[in-house]
């Protein structure tokens, strides 16, 4: 008989925060109980919350994230002005705003075929023009924002959610740590997912 693992709600928060993700300050057991039953995130340990982490509590009051270090980004998201800058505020929120960021602006046609995204980071200007594949963010300008916005001794992390990844700002030690206790999430072990445990 298979012996189904689990792990109450509050048992992953704990881990979370033992690793170095935390919780948004205001942010209860209660908004996570607002978009999923409590068996959902209890069933499939650091499955569900992971995800969780990575969105807005969907409640009022809105544009409260759960968690500061995690952002879900769905790279279908392109459709009008505004859409890049949305992309690069997301991931300087993730970093903890770790460099000054400033005159973030973007022009999107879609229909034109034509893109561009400026903005100054530590003071350093930034411009690209951007690849349009219909209403899919463009992986190397994506890029290219992290590499602008990291500092040294952190890197940013993914973990696959379809056509979307929830993407962690993480150190090295970190980012080990958080995949030892998720299941290999950031695939950085070779073991089994069930011997990490």
């Known amino acids: 008989m298979f012996c189904r693992f689990t792990m109450k709600l509050e048992t992953q928060i ?3 925060a033992q690793v170095g993700i935390h919780l948004n300050e205001g942010i209860s057991v209660e908004d996570f109980l607002t ?3 409590r ?3 209890e069933e499939s340990p650091f499955g569900l ?3 969780v982490y990575g969105i807005e509590v969907e409640e009022a009051p809105w544009g409260r994230f759960f968690c500061d270090r995690a952002w879900n980004f769905d790279t279908e ?3 009008s002005n505004g859409d890049y800058v949305s992309i690069v505020q997301n991931f300087h929120r993730i970093t903890g705003r770790a460099k000054n960021l400033s005159d973030v602006s973007d022009q999107i046609d879609i229909e034109g ?3 561009c995204l400026q903005y100054k980071v530590d003071g350093e200007q930034k411009f690209y023009d951007i690849k349009v594949d219909d209403d899919w963010a463009d992986p190397e300008t994506v890029s290219s924002i992290m590499e602008d916005l990291k500092v040294e001794g952190f890197e940013f992390y993914p973990k696959d959610n379809g056509q979307a990844s929830i993407w962690f700002y993480l150190t090295p030690n970190e980012a080990k740590q958080l995949n030892a206790i998720a ?3 950031f695939n950085l072990e070779s073991k089994p997912w069930w011997k990490i445990w």
């Open 35 to 37: 978009s999923f039953d």
């Open 113 to 115: 075929g034509k893109a």
């Open 183 to 185: 299941g290999n999430v």
């Open 39 to 41: 068996n959902d995130y």
């Open 49 to 51: 919350i992971l995800f």
């Open 14 to 16: 704990e881990k979370l």
């Open 77 to 79: 998201c392109i459709a």
